[in-house]
């Protein structure tokens, strides 16, 4: 088992790996990335929450991670259903999660490549969100984090993206969130949602 798993994470690596190849520079010349805290990614899993203002974001911070952290996301069920699209991010560790029902399928997924050691990239706002806009925060992240010990990593991602002009991602540091040592409530968990979403607040002051 140890073995097929490893192969597997092998074969996500390589395809991860060849689709940032050819995405990088075609987006580092648009979309130049200044990446600050790289020294905050720890070896090993985490839970990686990024604020969500752009349909790019998740590029930024998949280059802001770099070559030698390869992510696991989870996106739109919607985006996995686009021909050719859907199948290539799914052979580079993307996957959907059916956001309007219990996707049981998407937790069972997301826990098993905490567990295996992978990073997990997710937006714990689960939406896009606009400038003076409140959504309530998922508790995903929190969920994912208690239940098998990964820490969380709060990311900020500039949100005034600019053309041909280094945008900035800051990554902070990572850290366990606090709870009794049991299962969290549904309550606790939605403290832990809002306290790594103030910790991406945080890390974006002064950034615009």
Known sequence: MKDETEQSKQSLDRMYHLLYAIIWPFFNFFRPIRTVGREHIPEGPAVICPNHTTAGDPFYVVFAFGWRHPLRAMAKIQIMRVPVIGWLL???????????????????????????????????????????????V??????????????????????????????????????????????????ELQDIAHEVMERVRLLGEGVE
């Open 90 to 136: 799914s052979r580079a560790g993307v996957f959907g999660v059916d956001r309007g029902n219990a996707d049981m399928k998407a937790v069972r997924t997301a826990l098993k490549f905490l567990k295996d050691g992978d990073k997990l990239l997710m937006f714990p706002e689960g939406t896009r969100v606009h400038e003076g806009e409140n959504v309530e």
């Open 138 to 187: 998922k508790t995903g992240a929190a969920l994912f984090a208690t239940r098998t010990g990964a820490p969380l990593l709060p990311v900020y991602v500039q949100s005034r993206k600019k053309l041909f002009r280094r945008n900035v991602v800051v990554i902070g540091e990572p850290y366990h969130p606090h709870y009794e040592g049991r299962r969290p409530s549904a309550e």
